[in-house]
Every structure is written in structure tokens, then in C-alpha cells.
């Protein structure tokens, strides 16, 4: 499951291009390789972050992963679901799941991700 | 790097049912199922039923005459403490450390045999170790591929072998012997979950026949198939050591409290003056367990800190699904002194998480 209108990183994150923010996420394919996740941690809103910075973490019972922006800018939005929902990453990725939104320094920073296919094609190598 | 690893009787089986496999002891056995997870397996287990394909662990005959009083001068505990039909929970200590080579489950059958099941990782050096020193006439056989084993564990497990014809009466740590259409079964009323629960012991080439008709016998009850990730998770709530992470050759059963196991009367058992010299002097750590104040998982090598003291490590640690915060045990210094109820932090990936210690089980057990 990989929707056409995202974009995508090498780290499993998808982003959903939108003005002023764009809203980020874990894939189908991450939280399914994870497994169930139990625990969330997110920036704070107004948190400044850079490109591939690690800033938040997603926990299963079996593993920890990180999260890593995939854009420079600034955290607006956190999903305080999560909290006491963790599971919304697993039933719902691209919907109920999402994780933060941020707004891009550079407007046209989410030019350089990956699209659907490309996303695809690492997924499947 | 799959193609050195051995597979259970059951792989076709697990992979129709979309399992994720892991790498574990040597073999590659399944971690969860397409239709479970984790949280769903493992509640299957506390409140309805599971069935795990736990053939990855090791069997191991030993026969012959004096087979029992042989290996109750090598094994820790004390197999006079049991009679025939009847499981007890071992150890195989290092002769000169006492640091445990395996811990492992010993069925008497009679003084004449005995059938062990170790760990998966440790079982050809559970052999090595029984062959090289047993005397003429009693034979140690590694029978790893010969059985495969089904744990049945839950609340209901008990109506979903009455629903197949199997023995289910059978006490606590006991074992019968049953047919079940052409196969010869061992039924035990074992397992590493917590729950009343039995482990089958079957014939290789019976398993999948067997492994089906569980499935079925158990869809009215809720039955689902659970994997090792769940495994984890409810061994974790027990408090029950896991070899190569709580207990192991460098880590002694004094150390793991486990001295329940030791028959501290015999005149002889691997390891006994290392284990006697070291509760004399008292053990240099302590296995203690650790539950999470905040929203921290402990995790398995993380830094246990007093203060800016560092005074243990973790060794086993998970998110605990029925008490839905972390847990862990972890070996602490002894000198510091620290006991139940003290708070001490975890280096979380570089967060200090604040953790209460406690005494396991962290969930009550309903084993019998």
C-alpha cells in the first residue's frame, strides 16, 4: 500500500505535500516490519529540525525505530492521538496515524523526495 | 544466511499463515502471524488459548541403567524430589564457574530414562558435556530432529485438549503418554507463559496433523497461533529467565535466584563448590525486576544508574502488554545495597527513565 500522492524518504517516512505544512508519517511498509507499536515520541510543536535529524522515535514491543525529518523546518503539529493510541500507526498509517506536520523552510523542499514508484522499487529490492 | 538454519516440521505451515520468521537458537521459527501481532497473540494466551511451534527446542534421551542417578549427579536440582510422570526445572552448570550452560526442563520416566528438553542454542553442548562424562551402559541421544514440540497455553487450553481426546487432568509439572490417531504423544503440563498450559512432545512427520487439529479444536475457543514475539512477552511478565539473556555461562544461579533449583543436598552436581563458595560469600549481583514509572521501555544491555552510578544492566526488558508499561530485569550490584520498592533510572537511548524495582512476577501467574 503506497499512495500515489505522497512522497516518500529511504527511511520509510511519507510525506503529504500541503501549504503551509506538510504532514509526515510512517509507510504501511514500516509499520508492518516493526510490528505492533506500543509507544510514540514526538517533538514539540515550534521544535526546529533539519533534514535527516532524528526527532522523534516509534516503538513496537519488539523494536525501536527513529524517526528522521524529511524536510528542514519548523515541527507546527504534533498527533496527540498517539499518546494513548499508538496503534492508529498500525491500523491506519497514512490517515489516523500520521505523526507531526512541519513547515518547510523551503517550500520546495519535498521536490527532492521520492515519488510512489521510486518508493515502490526500494521496497521491493 | 537462512540457508544454515533449521526448520521446523511446521514451516510450510507458518508461512501459509503469513508468519514473519526470526533467527533464533539456530533455527528459523515464526515471531508473529499475519492475523495476530504481538499484543493479540500474546492476549490470546492470558485470556482464551495459543498454540506456539516451539520445535526449535532440544530433545535429548538419556537411557540406560542408572540413566536418573547419573544425571542428578550433574544436573543442579534434585531429581529424588520427583517421582516417574513427573518434570523438573534444571540447570547444567559449569563445572568450574557455576555460570549455567543451559537451564532446561528433565522428564523422568523411570530410573532408567530420562528425557531432557534444553535450550535450542545449547543443546549439542548439553550432550557434548552429559556424553563426555556418562558411565558405561547409559547412552545420551540428541533427538532434535525426532519430536516436534507444540506449546498449548491458555486459560482454555485445558477444554481444547478435551476437545481432541488428549489427557488434560494431569497436574502441574507432570506428563502422560497418549495416542492420537496414528501418533504416540507426550502430553506435559508445562510451558513459559504463566498460564495452565501443556507441551506436546510428537513425532516429526505427526506434527502437521497434529498442529491442524489443535487449530481446528481450537477455533470455538478463540485459539490463535502465537509466535516467539508474544513468547517474549509472557515469559517477561513471569519473570522467567531466558538463557543467553538472564542467565547464562556467565551468570550464575545464585545470581538469577534461582537456587530453588539447586539441590543444595546432594553430595554432588556440576558446579556445587563454585555455587557453595559464591552463596557463602555472597553473589556480586542480583537479578532483580524493574518496572517503568514513565513511558520508557527498558530494552536488553541498557544501563541501570543510581544517581550517575552505573550499577547493572538490563537483561531482558519489553513493553508489557497486560500491564501496559515496561518492564525488565536486569542484574544489579549487590554492594549498592539497592532492594525492592528503590527507584533507580535506565539510559534509555539517553534518556534517563525512572524505574521502580520489584520482585517478578510482574503479572500473577495461573499455572495450575
Keep these: ?125 | 544466511m537462512t540457508a544454515d538454519l533449521r526448520r521446523s516440521p511446521l514451516h510450510s505451515r507458518h508461512v501459509d499463515l503469513g508468519a514473519k520468521f526470526a533467527a533464533f537458537g539456530g533455527w528459523e521459527m515464526p515471531l508473529e502471524y499475519a492475523d495476530g501481532g504481538v499484543l493479540k497473540e500474546h492476549t490470546a494466551v492470558r485470556t482464551a488459548v495459543g498454540v506456539f511451534d516451539v520445535s526449535h527446542l532440544g530433545k535429548v534421551s538419556v537411557s540406560g541403567p542408572g540413566a536418573a542417578d547419573f544425571i542428578n549427579a550433574c544436573l543442579s536440582n534434585d531429581l529424588n524430589r520427583i517421582g516417574p510422570g513427573k518434570a523438573q526445572y534444571t540447570l547444567c552448570l559449569d563445572n568450574a564457574t557455576a555460570g549455567a550452560v543451559d537451564d532446561l526442563i528433565a522428564y523422568l520416566h523411570g530410573p532408567d530414562e530420562v528425557f531432557l528438553i534444553p535450550n535450542a542454542a545449547n543443546t549439542a553442548e548439553v550432550c557434548r558435556r552429559l556424553a563426555a562424562a556418562s558411565p558405561g551402559g547409559v547412552t545420551v541421544t540428541d533427538r532434535h530432529g525426532d519430536y516436534a514440540v507444540l506449546a498449548v497455553q491458555g486459560p482454555r487450553s485445558a477444554q481444547l485438549l478435551d476437545a481432541l481426546g488428549l489427557p488434560s487432568e494431569h497436574e502441574y509439572m507432570s506428563f502422560a503418554t497418549a495416542r492420537f490417531g496414528d501418533a504416540s504423544l507426550t502430553v506435559c503440563r508445562t510451558g513459559y507463559t504463566g498460564e495452565h498450559g501443556y507441551e506436546l512432545v510428537v513425532p516429526w512427520a505427526d506434527a502437521p496433523g497434529v498442529w491442524d487439529a489443535v487449530l481446528d479444536a481450537g477455533a470455538p475457543l478463540g485459539v490463535l497461533p502465537a509466535g516467539l514475539g508474544a513468547r517474549d512477552t509472557l515469559r517477561t511478565e513471569m519473570g522467567y529467565p531466558l538463557h543467553g539473556q538472564d542467565l547464562s555461562p556467565r551468570i550464575t544461579p545464585v545470581q538469577a535466584r534461582l537456587t530453588w533449583a539447586v539441590g543444595w543436598k546432594k553430595p554432588a552436581f556440576w558446579g556445587r563448590a563454585a555455587l557453595l563458595a559464591e552463596r557463602e560469600a555472597g553473589p556480586r549481583r542480583l537479578l532483580w525486576g524493574l518496572v517503568a514509572l514513565d513511558r520508557g521501555i527498558p530494552r536488553p544491555h541498557m544501563v541501570v544508574l543510581l544517581g550517575e552510578v552505573p550499577v547493572g544492566e538490563v537483561t531482558s526488558g519489553t513493553f508489557s502488554p497486560t500491564r501496559k508499561l515496561g518492564i525488565a530485569l536486569a542484574l544489579i550490584d549487590h554492594a549498592t545495597g539497592l532492594h525492592e520498592d528503590d527507584e533507580v533510572t535506565v539510559d534509555v537511548r539517553g534518556r534517563r527513565a525512572p524505574m521502580r524495582i520489584v520482585k517478578p512476577p510482574f503479572v500473577q501467574p495461573s499455572v495450575r
Design chain 1, 1 to 125: 500500500m503506497i499512495p500515489d500522492d505522497l512522497r516518500y524518504t529511504p527511511e520509510h517516512e511519507w510525506v503529504r505535500p500541503g501549504q503551509p505544512a506538510v504532514r509526515v508519517g510512517i509507510t504501511d511498509f514500516a509499520q508492518d516490519a516493526l510490528g505492533d507499536i506500543v509507544y510514540v515520541q514526538l517533538p514539540d510543536p515550534g521544535t526546529a529540525v533539519q533534514t535527516g535529524q532524528a526527532f522523534g522515535e516509534v516503538e513496537s514491543t519488539k523494536s525501536v525505530s527513529e524517526i528522521y525529518a524529511p524536510v528542514a523546518g519548523t515541527v507546527v503539529a504534533s498527533n496527540t492521538r498517539l499518546a494513548d493510541e499508538p496503534e492508529l500507526i498500525n491500523t491506519d498509517p497514512y490517515g489516523e496515524g500520521w505523526l507531526v506536520e512541519i513547515e518547510p523552510t523551503d517550500p520546495d523542499g519535498t521536490g527532492q523526495l521520492l515519488d510512489a514508484a521510486g518508493y515502490r522499487e526500494l521496497t521491493e529490492k
